[in-house]
């Protein structure tokens, strides 16, 4: 007979929180915490993002591992504070081959080089919820210049059956001559990729329109803002979106919409010229597409 209670397990000195965990990856600016190692923390293996780094305890996580405290509790050794990325060789030097050379004052020195005196907030991770620890995180990410890499990309597209194509903008009015059947909604696709080894977040896209004089003189005016807004919210991506490591969002817009805004600039006083979109970040980075000519837009529907 099964008696009426439970036993639950205690968490152990390796059993990180998804915040810890989370942290450790955002802040080690993309290598082993070893400060000469260039290892990136993640390696894209058929085209997926894989940890290529351990997650190493500065003091020992078990009876007779290195650096061993036995007064620490379980939770402390699983905590941020006592925790860095290594990769498999400097792992093994620091816990198996060598210990002795790698006392915690050198690698709790590795911890505080490479994070950074911005982390001071993320030194007790209790209570965060998911939303303030991401927020914490760009806050940080951006006091120590992390080397974060967001591309834009802009291409055309048909919504189908609540689905989206896409095709480069230099081609889309020829695809759409020869394809005569594709009748979907025509959209603009903005696509932001994470090509660094440090995750990101998205607040908004925007696309821009450049506007030239008529004259014989081509002067470029400033770029008009066209818009920002959420032409497809149950497709596009909430402010704040997070991208991570190898991660890709799109953002979409209707070209009709697009043609509604461009029509009247096309006067005897203004002549648009080409469009581009940027993506601002929740680190205050801004990044630019490449600039588009008006006449690769296929307004006209068939």
Same mark, same amino acid.
Request: charged residues 25%; contains cysteine.
């Given at each position: 007979?099964?008696?009426?209670?439970?036993?639950?397990?205690?968490p152990?000195?390796?059993?990180?929180?998804v915040?810890?965990?989370?942290?450790?990856?955002?802040?080690a600016?993309?290598t082993?915490?070893?400060?000469?190692?260039?290892?990136?923390t993640?390696?894209?293996?058929?085209?997926?993002?894989?940890?290529?780094?351990?997650?190493a305890?500065?003091?020992?996580?078990?009876?007779?591992?290195?650096?061993?405290v036995?007064?620490?509790?379980?939770?402390?050794?699983?905590?941020?504070?006592?925790?860095?990325?290594l990769?498999?060789?400097?792992?093994?030097?620091?816990d198996?081959?060598?210990?002795?050379?790698?006392a915690?004052?050198?690698?709790?020195?590795?911890?505080?080089?490479?994070?950074?005196?911005?982390?001071?907030?993320?030194?007790?991770?209790?209570?965060?919820?998911?939303?303030?620890l991401?927020?914490?995180?760009?806050?940080?990410?951006?006091?120590?210049?992390?080397?974060?890499?967001?591309?834009?990309?802009?291409?055309?597209?048909?919504?189908? &059956?609540? /689905?989206?194509?896409?095709?480069? +903008?230099? *081609?889309?009015?020829?695809?759409? #001559?020869? !394809? =005569?059947?594709?009748?979907?909604?025509?959209?603009?696709?903005?696509?932001?990729?994470?090509?660094?080894?440090?995750?990101?977040?998205?607040?908004?896209?925007?696309?821009?329109?450049s506007?030239r004089?008529?004259?014989?003189? &081509?002067? /470029?005016?400033?770029a008009?803002? +066209?818009? *920002?807004?959420?032409?497809?919210? #149950?497709? !596009? =991506?909430?402010?704040?979106?997070?991208?991570?490591?190898?991660a890709?969002?799109?953002?979409?817009?209707?070209?009709?919409?697009?043609?509604?805004?461009?029509?009247?600039?096309?006067?005897?006083?203004?002549?648009?010229?080409?469009?581009?979109?940027?993506?601002?970040?929740?680190?205050?980075?801004?990044?630019?597409?490449e600039?588009?000519p008006?006449?690769?837009?296929?307004?006209?529907?068939?």
């Amino acid at each position: 007979m099964q008696l009426g209670w439970k036993s639950e397990a205690v968490p152990g000195p390796r059993d990180y929180s998804v915040g810890t965990e989370r942290a450790l990856y955002d802040l080690a600016r993309g290598t082993c915490y070893e400060p000469t190692c260039d290892e990136p923390t993640i390696r894209f293996v058929g085209g997926r993002p894989v940890s290529n780094v351990h997650i190493a305890h500065i003091y020992g996580a078990f009876p007779n591992s290195p650096r061993y405290v036995e007064s620490m509790s379980d939770k402390e050794r699983a905590s941020f504070d006592n925790l860095i990325l290594l990769c498999k060789p400097h792992h093994d030097l620091v816990d198996r081959i060598a210990p002795d050379d790698y006392a915690p004052e050198l690698l709790k020195q590795w911890k505080a080089a490479r994070e950074g005196d911005g982390v001071a907030a993320l030194r007790e991770l209790r209570g965060l919820t998911e939303d303030s620890l991401a927020e914490m995180l760009e806050d940080a990410v951006r006091s120590i210049g992390p080397t974060r890499e967001v591309v834009l990309d802009v291409s055309g597209g048909l919504i189908l &059956g609540g /689905e989206a194509i896409s095709v480069p +903008l230099r *081609g889309w009015r020829t695809v759409l #001559e020869q !394809n =005569p059947n594709l009748r979907g909604e025509r959209v603009l696709i903005a696509t932001a990729r994470n090509t660094s080894q440090v995750a990101a977040t998205v607040d908004s896209f925007t696309l821009y329109c450049s506007i030239r004089t008529p004259n014989t003189s &081509g002067e /470029e005016l400033p770029a008009l803002t +066209l818009l *920002g807004r959420n032409d497809f919210p #149950e497709l !596009n =991506p909430k402010p704040g979106a997070r991208l991570d490591v190898g991660a890709s969002m799109n953002w979409f817009t209707r070209l009709a919409t697009v043609a509604t805004i461009i029509a009247p600039l096309g006067t005897d006083r203004f002549h648009p010229v080409d469009i581009y979109i940027d993506a601002k970040l929740g680190s205050g980075e801004t990044v630019l597409s490449e600039r588009h000519p008006i006449g690769e837009l296929p307004f006209e529907q068939g």
